[in-house]
């Protein structure tokens, strides 16, 4: 399910995901980003992105810069990650539990909506899962100095996701101490290791100024976030003033329930079972993140390995517990899915342990037959309704979750430069409108690379026939009569336009995205009021011809103006 229409679900690429592919491409073409911030083996994050992670533009170079451009290509690493992934997972459960219940959690992984809604996208935290829990394996294993081989699998992954950095050093201390546990041996080996990952810490939050993390430290929610001090004086001016106010009614007391009800959220049914994050990007359309059948399983897993096998079930309890921790203290919003992604794989191995134990209660192999049959039956339901979800309500439903319009606008943009027609697209993001338009339409490469660079740098964002400005830049380009001109909804930068045009429309309920002025790509072509007869093959948008791609995805609601 990894790799099947991986070109078209999705639906497309966040500004994200297309942040650590382009970069890598660059890197690969160059040996340095478009902007000429960050050389092959920086950690610094090029000047026109969000500072990220400092490893996967690197960790993708490889995977990325000898193929063209292509959403099949953007995933393909991610793919292998997440494969990879679930070996780690089959590995410690196999070790810890049993041959039986590692293969029915390797199995668990393969099926599972979270590792197949991620397994399919370019998003760096489950990058970073994978590394840290092959990490946990190789420590697990090894004896002696051997098990400081983890270190490098454990750096990886602190410097493969910018969320993980919170709970890394809890989350490897534990492992640590839980593997000496198992051991009781190398005690000095084990500190040596807890001591190398304290110094990485260490060392990261000294040059905090001087890495991509540093601009994020405002992200963490702490005491002295405005939110509380403002809840703090409105629940003061709510209450009978009695010398218990103070003690109970301040902003540590306040911030600790806030971070308390943020991490019990994320082991709210609703979440794992129903609905997943609020944010489309990071859910399914109307399915959680586990299975339906996962609620029975999972704390039955925990409850007998606490009871069979004390150790190793306190020590995944544990690992539980601060798994929600990076979504807990952000102030970002709230996506469990990404910034709790260290708790899915637990989640895994708690349900093949509680699978394992049902099937080991039933003594008559005839019974243990039907009851597995059984089993087998309810996941292989709930993989086809999450795949029915999946491939068919989710692509139209949260179309715009990946920025669906943005692909179909540079698909318009490929068009019309294909008949020599220029467009002006107004953006308060220029260089997300031309790289979109590089990507889709795989442009960038030796020859073109000098140009869009210099654009970039120059901050003039024009390549062949297609400029995107902002609108306070608009006078450096006149808009003349023949350039086809393309707009969010509500105007010509603020002034009311009496043209007619055409729409780039949400797939959902047909609102407009984009405006189109002076079209000459669909001109001649019967255009409808809003999208319809949706097929999986439409989404394959770089194929489609003119006629087929203007009369899928462009929609005419003048008639409807002109009411």
Not at 22 to 43: C, H, I, Q, V
Not at 86 to 110: C, D, E, Q, V
Not at 249 to 264: A, D, Q, S, T
Not at 337 to 363: E, H
Request: aromatic share 16%; with cysteine; proline share 6%.
């Amino acid at each position: 399910m990894r790799l099947l229409r991986l070109d078209r679900i999705p639906t497309g690429i966040t500004a994200d995901e297309l942040d650590y592919v382009f970069t890598a491409k660059s890197l690969y073409l160059s040996g340095k980003d478009l902007s000429d911030t960050r050389s092959l083996f920086s950690l610094a994050p090029a000047s026109y992105e969000t500072p990220k992670a400092e490893l996967p533009y690197l960790l993708l170079v490889p995977f990325i810069g000898p193929f063209p451009f292509s959403l099949f290509y953007a995933r393909v690493p991610f793919v292998i990650a997440n494969t990879l992934l679930i070996l780690a997972i089959y590995l410690i459960t196999k070790k810890f539990i049993g041959p039986r219940a590692g293969h029915i959690a390797g199995i668990l992984a393969a099926i599972n909506p979270w590792f197949i809604f991620f397994g399919r996208t370019s998003f760096d935290a489950p990058l970073a899962v994978m590394f840290l829990y092959w990490g946990i394996y190789v420590l697990m294993i090894n004896n002696s100095w051997r098990i400081l081989w983890s270190f490098p699998l454990f750096a990886i992954a602190f410097f493969s996701y910018i969320g993980i950095k919170v709970v890394f050093l809890p989350f490897t201390l534990t492992t640590i101490f839980f593997s000496y546990m198992f051991k009781r041996r190398y005690h000095i080996q084990h500190a040596a290791l807890a001591l190398i990952c304290v110094s990485l810490v260490g060392y990261y939050v000294a040059t905090l100024g001087n890495n991509p993390g540093g601009s994020r430290v405002g992200e963490l929610f702490t005491p002295n976030d405005p939110m509380i001090a403002a809840r703090v004086e409105t629940e003061r001016r709510a209450t009978i003033d009695t010398p218990l106010e103070k003690l109970f009614n301040n902003k540590v007391v306040l911030y600790g329930r806030f971070i308390f009800e943020k991490w019990l959220n994320f082991f709210s049914p609703q979440y794992l079972f129903l609905s997943g994050d609020a944010r489309s990007t990071f859910s399914v359309y109307q399915y959680g993140v586990l299975h339906y059948v996962d609620i029975f399983f999972v704390p039955f897993g925990l409850i007998i390995l606490i009871y069979k096998k004390r150790k190793f079930g306190i020590y995944l309890a544990s690992l539980l517990f601060l798994a929600p921790l990076p979504a807990a203290v952000s102030n970002v919003g709230i996506t469990y899915s990404i910034r709790a992604a260290l708790a899915f794989p637990l989640f895994i191995i708690l349900a093949a342990s509680g699978i394992d134990s049902t099937l080991s209660a039933v003594k008559k192999v005839s019974y243990k037959k039907i009851l597995a049959g059984v089993i087998i039956l309810l996941y292989s339901i709930n993989l086809l309704q999450f795949s029915y979800i999946y491939f068919t309500k989710d692509p139209v439903a949260n179309s715009e979750s990946f920025a669906l319009s943005d692909r179909v606008l540079s698909r318009y943009l490929h068009f019309a430069n294909e008949i020599g027609k220029p467009v002006l697209v107004l953006s308060e993001a220029p260089f997300g409108v031309i790289r979109n338009y590089l990507f889709y339409g795989d442009k960038l490469n030796d020859v073109t690379l000098p140009n869009i660079a210099a654009s970039v740098q120059n901050e003039v964002f024009e390549l062949a026939g297609v400029r995107a400005v902002r609108c306070k830049d608009l006078s450096v380009f006149p808009v003349e009569k023949d350039i086809t001109v393309i707009a969010t909804p509500g105007g010509f930068c603020g002034k009311e336009i009496l043209e007619d045009h055409l729409s780039i429309p949400l797939l959902s309920d047909g609102g407009e995205v984009y405006w189109i002025y002076r079209d000459f790509v669909c001109d001649g072509y019967e255009l409808k009021l809003y999208p319809y007869d949706v097929s999986l093959g439409s989404f394959e948008i770089e194929k489609l011809s003119r006629e087929q791609f203007c009369t899928t995805f462009i929609t005419n609601l003048s008639p409807i103006y002109a009411q």
